[in-house]
């Protein structure tokens, strides 16, 4: 086996504060990185194309690093990674929807994305006008007695459209083939030759739920790339927004978890608590969600002496009100009757996977990206990252409750130590061509982006790549052997993103 | 929970006690939105629900709707399952090409008479994403669009107000879909 190509690693600090250069390597090297992600040596963050290339990001995780590979593709095609390393293969077949790049000897050749209705392909290579494609093959389903049901991509609820196969004997579930791509907006190509501005507004409508998440991951990767210096205070502002945002999300995750296990109090209990941090949100940054408020270059709004008091305030209340909503949850049988057990993610899968959050948190997999590639503001506050074993929705809730409570904490360390100061410095394009990266830790879990900016500061290419990538695959893992009625449960203690996931 | 059961029954509801910015405002809009939904449609108003592609910005704010500060059922309006159980369709995000059809297919699906309301900014025209290849264009690219309420998202009030809005006009002689 070929060895294994000397790559440039890099170190949380050192890739935040400079621009950032994948190794080139050759095809054989390149299939022998996906042999050491196989073996686990590496956890992959991400497989993207570019013109002419694929790209993936590793991190090793016991040096506390990363690096990205480059492979040629100049020929259309490159040596798939997913055949060797699962994990990779939805990122193949994305990639090779939009690029019209073919991974070499993949398991799976139909299309992701695509869906067969854009009016052209590889949009973002070729762009060939659209051929008509075969309908969608489901994976073949062979057994005794078994039937199938197809569930949307309309769903019930408020929520996002998405397509599930589910094979079912009697009321087992043997398999889940997932099928998404419905909300695919094409933001890789809106991105392409857009301005900062441009790029910063795209990337905080990716998913909704983290546009601060994916709004600093995109700011990391600008000011990496053109060596911008952050003030501190804008530093200590995006961790307060962060640490709302995930507050927000997780309280509403786990009042809703519980209503899908026909347990309404808690969603209306936790329901009034999520409401108050939007509204806190919206008296301290001028917006619900927070939204277009982390730019390149810092913030674009101040916290004034008012707004620390609503977040103070806010905190004070939650600390109040939630160890009884805690205590409801633990001593509350029938619900544990549904959640403990069920939604089973081994934890062998949530490594090989990379998964991110409470996914991967649940299963033992002790990553957070807050303290193993840290960033400003959190290499200065305390963080303990909850880890559980139990690997099934019950331990999905614990997880998010534990965080509630660090997200308190968080939040008190930085208000007490909040630097004065600008909040936003200026973003000048350096005259050469730049690349930076940006990994952000969101309340689903990491989320990645890379750019490459042309000598002017527009945008070459811009990958985001959603935790959802890797979480998704196991949601068809965890529902294997429960129930079907269980599945609205399993899917909500995952949460994943369709739109974050479908671009 | 036995606590929380009796906390619910002793305590005033939360919809009154927790002061709002514009507690006026929102209380005069709960007022003219029973009044006028009553007369109109009886007390109720089916609402059935589709994501035609957004960031899941709108929808957060949809869900919102149902906690104990907004408390959207109070007015006689509910989110319900199924298109043939609908009187109104919300519809939220550019419209993707890749949701066009399911889109077209739930409108199709309601029986009339039957509104749609179009949320957000994106489903206006297509908002930040309006020049994709992958995407169709506002709602009213697909379905017939009765009202816009514009926002990014809009918030639960504006939601509120809008849906006020829509059925004022039901009275008015606005022809439905
Ligand atoms: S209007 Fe804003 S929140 Fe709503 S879908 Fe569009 S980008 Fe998302």
Redesign the interface.
């Known amino acids: 086996m070929t060895k294994l190509p000397d790559l440039t690693w890099t170190r949380s600090r050192d890739f935040r504060a400079a621009p950032f250069s994948a190794t080139p390597v050759r095809p054989s090297e390149w299939t022998a990185l996906a042999h050491a992600l196989s073996a686990g040596h590496f956890t992959l963050l991400s497989l993207w194309a570019e013109e002419g290339a694929a790209c993936m990001a590793l991190h090793d995780a016991d040096a506390r690093r990363v690096a990205v590979a480059r492979v040629d593709a100049a020929t259309g095609a490159f040596p798939s990674v997913g055949v060797h390393h699962a994990p990779a293969q939805r990122l193949e077949r994305a990639a090779a929807d939009l690029f019209g790049l073919t991974p070499e000897g993949a398991a799976d050749a139909r299309p992701w994305l695509d ?1 067969g ?4 392909r590889h ?1 973002l290579g070729g ?1 060939s006008p659209d051929a008509a494609q075969p309908p969608y093959a489901f994976l073949p389903v062979e057994g005794d007695s078994l039937h199938q049901v197809p569930v949307g ?2 769903h ?6 998405g397509h599930f196969r589910f094979t079912a004997q009697g009321e087992t579930v043997v398999r889940l083939e997932e099928r998404l ?7 890789d ?2 991105m392409r030759g857009a301005s900062l501005a441009r790029g910063a ?2 990337a905080g ?5 983290s ?1 601060v998440a994916y709004s600093v991951a995109f700011a990391q990767a600008v000011e990496a790339a053109l060596s911008v210096a952050v003030p501190r205070r804008a530093f200590a502002l995006r961790g307060l927004m962060a640490e709302l945002e995930r507050l927000a999300n997780h309280l ?1 995750d786990i009042g809703g978890i519980c209503n899908d296990a026909a347990f309404a ?1 808690m969603l ?2 936790t ?2 608590l ?2 108050n941090v ?1 509204r806190a949100a ?1 008296a301290a940054f001028g917006h ?2 927070m ?1 277009d408020r982390v730019v390149p270059g810092g913030v674009a709004v101040d916290l004034d002496a008012e707004g620390e008091a609503v977040i103070k305030a806010l905190i004070a209340d939650i600390r109040d009100r939630f160890p ?1 909503l805690v205590e ?1 949850y633990d ?2 049988a029938s619900l544990m009757d549904r959640t403990v057990g069920t939604g089973h993610v081994a934890p062998d899968l949530a490594r090989r996977f990379g998964a991110g959050g409470y996914v991967g948190r649940a299963s033992g997999r002790d990553f957070d990206t807050r303290r193993d590639l840290r960033y400003a503001p959190y290499d200065m506050l305390r963080l303990e990252v909850p880890v559980r074993h139990e690997c099934d929705v019950n331990a999905r809730v614990w997880i998010r409750i534990r965080e509630v409570e660090h997200c308190c904490s968080l939040i008190t360390q930085m208000l007490n130590a909040l630097p004065t100061g600008p909040v936003l410095t200026e973003v000048a394009p350096v005259g050469e061509p730049r690349a930076g990266l940006g990994l952000v830790e969101g309340f689903r879990g990491d989320i990645l982006a890379w750019l490459a900016l042309d000598a002017e500061g527009r945008i070459n290419r811009c990958h985001m790549r959603d935790p959802s990538w890797f979480q998704w695959p196991l949601l068809e893992a965890a529902i294997e052997g429960n129930i079907i009625a269980d599945f609205p449960l399993c899917n909500k203690s995952f949460n994943c ?3 974050g996931h479908d671009l | ?1 036995r ?3 009796l906390e ?1 029954l002793m305590r005033r509801p ?1 919809t009154e006690t927790a002061p709002l910015p514009d507690a006026d405002a929102q209380d005069q809009l709960a007022a003219a939105f029973a009044r006028t939904v009553r007369t109109k449609l009886g007390r109720s108003l089916a609402i059935r ?16 709707l ?4 907004y408390d959207l059922e109070r007015f006689g309006l509910h ?1 319900v ?2 298109p043939r159980h609908a009187d109104v369709l919300t519809v939220t ?2 419209v ?8 077209r297919r ?1 409108y199709d699906a309601m029986p009339s008479p039957k509104w749609v309301i179009a949320i957000g900014d994106c489903a206006k025209c297509g908002g ?2 309006a ?5 169709a264009g506002g709602v009213d690219a697909v379905v017939p669009v009765d009202l816009h309420i514009p926002g ?2 809009p ?1 639960p009030t504006a939601l509120l107000k809008g849906m006020v809005a829509l059925v004022e006009r039901m009275g008015s002689g606005a022809e439905p879909n």
């Open positions: 869906h209705r854009w009016g052209i949009p762009a991509p309309v019930a609820g408020i929520i996002e459209p791509g419905y909300t695919h907006k094409g933001i190509r809106l507004e795209l409508r990716t998913s909704g739920d546009t509403g109090m209306a209990q329901g009034i999520r409401e939007l919206h619900r969600f939204r009884s409801l001593t509350t993103s369709y739109s | 929970m606590r929380y059961l619910g939360l629900h589709v994501d035609a592609g957004s960031c899941n910005g709108c929808e957060l704010e949809l869900q919102a149902s906690n104990p500060f989110f399952a199924s995000g550019p993707t090409h890749n949701m066009a059809e399911a889109l739930t930040c994403f020049d994709s290849y992958a995407v990014c998202a918030d």
